[in-house]
């Protein structure tokens, strides 16, 4: 299972965005894998909103939210009392933003990996580069030279 930012899904939804072609290789490469998905329930919503100021096209961002909440390997993490304590303290101890806060307690509480496009969220919450996870993963299935 992985924890996507939003970040990684504006991306995916965005052709102009610079992490676009990475972000469609990790949706990609989380299908071949047959991964879960996972993030806080707010994600599509987070998504849509930022799509929508940033294309300045609702039918667009709406159709790029229904896409994620029918996509069939999304999990969307409701926000109970107990995960947003632990984002609380998270992002006390890590001096997070709230919304960056409640990926990582979403990613904590799962025990899985948070991939994120944010530097920050890298450096201080202990997120992954979508980049660099997708490097390990290739990694993982191409044959070892010489072995």
Known sequence: M?????NLWIAAFDPSDL?????VAVLAEAARLALPLAGPS???????????????????????GAQMAAH??????????????EAER???ERRLRGADALYLATATKLGCPL??????????GGAQSPRDWLAAS??????VPGG
Not at 76 to 85: K, R
């Open 72 to 85: 069939p390997a999304l999990h969307l993490e409701p926000l109970s009392e107990e995960l947003l304590a």
């Open 90 to 92: 998270l992002g006390i």
């Open 42 to 64: 707010f994600v599509v919503v987070e998504s849509t909103c930022a799509l929508a100021r940033r294309v300045s096209d609702p039918r667009f961002a709406q159709a790029a």
């Open 19 to 23: 992490f676009h072609g990475d972000s």
């Open 2 to 6: 992985l924890v996507l930012d939003a």
């Open 138 to 143: 290739r990694g993982l299935r191409d044959p």
């Open 115 to 124: 991939l994120s496009w944010d530097e920050e969220l890298i450096v201080r």
